[in-house]
């Protein structure tokens, strides 16, 4: 069981916009403005999308944002296109003993 | 340009121990924390180990406190993770990632391709 909680899968057509939530509590996504999204597409590693909350890295497109209420942080993705197909994993730090916890992965299906 | 390579991962006997490497490059190692996040099997991302970057403190998942040791050699720019008493639920993907921020796990924006760590008789 992971410690941060996303739904298993989302899904949307080309150029709708969809949210993957991602719920822990005031000991890590409550507690700092620590939260990072990646992207996963089968078989490779990781991608960043978005750090400390809402920051996107350098060359990730405008169309994903992130943000943040109370113990749940989340991912939105505007302007949904194929490529964006692939499973999105939230991590949050936790504190200076349990440091980083990753939700479970959210499998986003473009229909 | 940033690169993290991992290698050493393999087939190992439950009991065993495993040795992997991840060698860095592009950017000034000891000025960053380093961490290994691993994912088994069709499994979700897990933050395994990390150490800081001057060395000398180091972190652990309760999951392998006590049987993995992290550790890095700047003149190598190399990190490392020895796993002992290993068991069928370490099997996993092992990918090495840079730590962003000061904050250890807070971030990480460079990540290896991974390397697999196969526990079974």
């Known amino acids: 069981q992971s410690a941060l909680t996303q739904p298993r899968s989302v899904s949307g057509s080309p150029g709708q916009s969809v949210t993957i939530s991602c719920t822990g509590t005031s000991s890590d996504v409550g507690g700092f403005n620590y939260v990072s999204w990646y992207q996963q597409r089968p078989g490779k590693a990781p991608k960043p999308m978005i750090f400390?909350?809402?920051k996107r890295p350098s060359g990730v497109p405008d169309r994903f944002s992130g943000s943040k209420s109370g113990n749940t942080a989340s991912l939105t993705i505007s302007g949904l296109q194929a490529e964006d197909e692939a499973d999105y994993y939230c991590?949050?730090?936790?504190?200076?003993?349990?440091?980083?916890?990753f939700g479970g992965g959210t499998k986003l299906t473009v229909l | 340009e940033v690169q993290v390579l991992e290698s050493g991962g393999g087939l190992v006997q439950p009991g065993g121990s495993l040795r992997l490497s991840c060698a860095a490059s592009g950017f000034t190692f000891s000025s960053y924390a380093m961490s290994w996040v691993r994912q088994a099997p069709g499994k979700g991302l897990e933050w395994v180990s990390a150490m800081s970057g001057g060395g000398d403190s180091t972190y652990y998942a309760d999951s392998v406190k006590g049987r993995f040791t992290i550790s890095r050699d700047t003149s190598k720019n190399t990190l490392y993770l020895q796993m002992n008493s290993l068991r069928a639920e370490d099997t996993a993907v092992y990918y090495c990632?840079?730590?962003?921020?000061?904050?250890?796990?807070?971030?990480?924006?460079?990540w290896g391709q991974g390397t697999l760590v196969t526990v079974s008789s």
């Open positions: 991590c949050s730090y936790a504190g200076s003993y349990t440091l980083g916890v």
């Open positions: 400390d909350v809402s």
């Open positions: 990632a840079r730590d962003a921020t000061m904050i250890v796990a807070a971030y990480f924006d460079y």
